[in-house]
């Protein structure tokens, strides 16, 4: 096991209440659409996964909403919600939400539909607003607009106390101000990049710099952190392999993207003092509580100091 703390700063088909919160792990559908975004689809009624069967009932009409603790109805550009943060006073602020950095790519939103699931406040990083409100409905605050500028950061990180970094995409060396962030949850692919060889070393020599550039700046933050260093991602289901965190998995082997989305939601729950790094890969060991599983590694981790 390869794992480092460091020392830096109603319908009938309706699922029940209990069902949300005994899902065992959920099956991501997407396929690709004319607007960048993925969609779930759900399959033949018999077949229809938990997730899509929470989807399916996203836009169930205000009964459903209430029931699911989704926000009222905002307009379709989501202009409702913006000017009731900038009315807002500059009072205490109440930090509840998830910051998901890439709200376009695969692994970002199969990591919001895991946070939907979970109930949790969501707002993500778009180009497309008006896409993302279409896909995700209002479970979603989507943001967009130029990371570059110091009030549109203010903006995105307001009422956020933890974010998921899906994509060496550059966002975190834009973020100056880190005030309010409690934990920052990273999936890395520098331990692939690292164990490249040959002409795809050189292909990732690039990708690997960002990476490493990326890892050091959450590190430096000062921001509690769990890096989660995953085998080469694949898309193939979740949830119907185990795992392996054995030193140095992350170069040689692979994981889904599912599996790996749904490990960085988990970590969400886990905040560690300082910081802690993961290797996995998809294998044999099973984690029937991802909560349990953080908190052993962290003391494991502590005691190897």
Known sequence: MSIRLTSSAPSPSLPSRRELQEVPHPSLSFFPSRRSFTRCQAKKKDNTSFTDRILDYIEG?????????????????????????????????????????????????????LLIVKRVRIKALVKDKRAALDAFGTYVEPMAGDANEKSFLKKALKGVNSIVYTEHDGFLSK???????????????????????????????????????????????GIPYTIIRTGSLQSTPGGQQGFSFEEGVAEKERMSK????????????????????????????????????????????????
């Open 61 to 113: 009409g205000p009964k459903l909403r209430r029931w699911y603790g989704a926000p009222d109805l905002l307009p379709k550009d989501g202009s409702g919600k913006e000017a009731q943060e900038d009315d807002s006073s500059d009072g205490e602020e109440i930090r509840d939400a998830v910051l998901v950095t890439d709200g376009e790519s695969e692994m970002g939103q199969m990591v919001i539909l």
């Open 175 to 221: 973020v100056k101000d880190w005030r309010g962030i409690e934990h920052i949850v990273m999936l890395s692919q520098l331990a692939v990049y690292r164990g490249s060889t040959g002409l795809q070393a050189m292909i990732n020599g690039s990708l690997k710099k960002i990476a490493e550039r990326d890892e050091e700046l959450v590190i430096s933050s």
């Open 258 to 305: 599912e599996d790996a989305a749904r490990i960085c939601t988990e970590a969400l729950g886990t905040v560690p003092r300082k910081g802690l790094i993961v290797e996995v890969a998809n294998g044999e060991e099973q984690v029937p509580d991802w909560k349990a599983w953080f908190e052993e590694q962290l003391k494991i981790a502590e005691q190897q100091q």
